[in-house]
């Protein structure tokens, strides 16, 4: 009984990282989200390379070499390629990106192949993770595959983003 008549102050639920955000000259006002179109290609270079030293399936050698093709020419950005930009983009910034659901390494109609696995040993790439921010410590992008309890990963995905604030999360459902 005694939880239904306890109080709490949210103030002190509160993490650090959300007082490093709370200062109004550099949040708060309307900022421009554009990207430099230079920095937008280098972007765009960075993650639609693979090692040449790693074996990939033939069909992802060629939709990372027709991001390629596209990137450089600016015409035919496909969705996927759409998407790892701006999340690309966030990274370059300084923020990092989290991303679950079922299928989100893949992208359920195969278009995001955020992790992209080798044919000839344990192991996969993650090409986003190749866009590194100035005070990288971490991983900044996460595509985490889950399963359909959906009440369990939304939970978790809540929690992680109340305590994370310079980290976009995403659930896919």
């Known amino acids: 009984m005694k939880s239904k008549t306890n109080t709490f102050n949210k103030e ?33 270079e960075t993650i639609s390379h693979l090692p040449a030293d790693k074996k990939f399936h033939p069909q992802i050698l060629k939709i990372f070499q027709a991001r390629m093709e596209s990137i450089v020419s600016g015409k035919g950005i496909d969705w996927g390629t759409a998407e790892a930009l701006a999340f690309g983009s966030l990274i370059d910034e300084g923020y990092h990106v989290r991303l679950s659901g079922q299928d989100v390494e893949r992208g359920t109609f195969s278009h995001r192949h ?31 595959n889950s399963h359909l309890s959906e009440y369990a990963v939304l939970g978790f995905e809540y929690g992680y983003a109340i305590t994370h604030p310079m980290c976009l999360v995403l659930w896919e459902a």
Do not use: C, M
């Open 114 to 144: 955020a992790h992209t696995f080798t044919q000839d040993e344990d192991g996969f790439y993650v090409p986003i993770n190749s866009i590194k921010s100035a005070n990288e410590q971490t991983r900044s992008f996460i595509a985490a």
């Open 12 to 44: 002190e639920w509160a993490s650090e990282e959300w007082e490093k955000i709370k200062d109004p000259k550099l949040y708060g006002k309307f900022k421009d989200t554009g990207v430099n179109l230079k920095r937008l290609k280098e972007i765009g």
